[in-house]
Nanobody, 126 residues
């Protein structure tokens, strides 16, 4: 599974961005997908994840109410809509796929994801 993230950029605080992550694999719809981020000098942290069907989603506490993860399996794409962005949201954002098909548990640890995109940089200015 190869993942390609896009949509990052520079935005002012309070603004919005939508990240996209596409894959060339035909098995996209089998896997739970997640977004993580890594700020300079910090460890990679969980942002949000969706199960293989998109019916179940989970979020890190600090993102609840501001970020929304969704997926379009027909387009093999997962999205992260980010609203009311804050300077502390500045980071490289990565999409990742859990390699277990139709996983019943949505993972939040980066070590539990098997496939990663290259990351897209989001910079929020104050």
């Amino acid at each position: 599974v190869q993942l390609q993230a896009s949509g990052g950029g520079l935005v002012q605080a309070g603004g919005s961005l939508r990240l996209s992550c596409t894959t060339s694999g035909r098995t996209f719809s089998r896997y739970n997908l997640g977004w993580f981020r890594q700020a300079p000098g910090k460890e990679r942290e969980f942002v949000a994840a969706a199960n293989w069907s998109g019916e179940t989603t989970i979020y890190a506490d600090s993102m609840k109410g501001r970020f929304t993860i969704s997926r379009d399996n027909a387009k093999s794409t997962v999205y992260l809509q980010m609203n009311n962005l804050k300077p502390e949201d500045t980071a490289v954002y990565y999409c990742a796929a859990d390699g277990n098909p139709w996983g019943r548990v949505i993972r939040t640890m980066s070590s539990e994801y098997d496939y990663w995109g290259q990351g897209t940089l989001v910079t929020v200015s104050s």
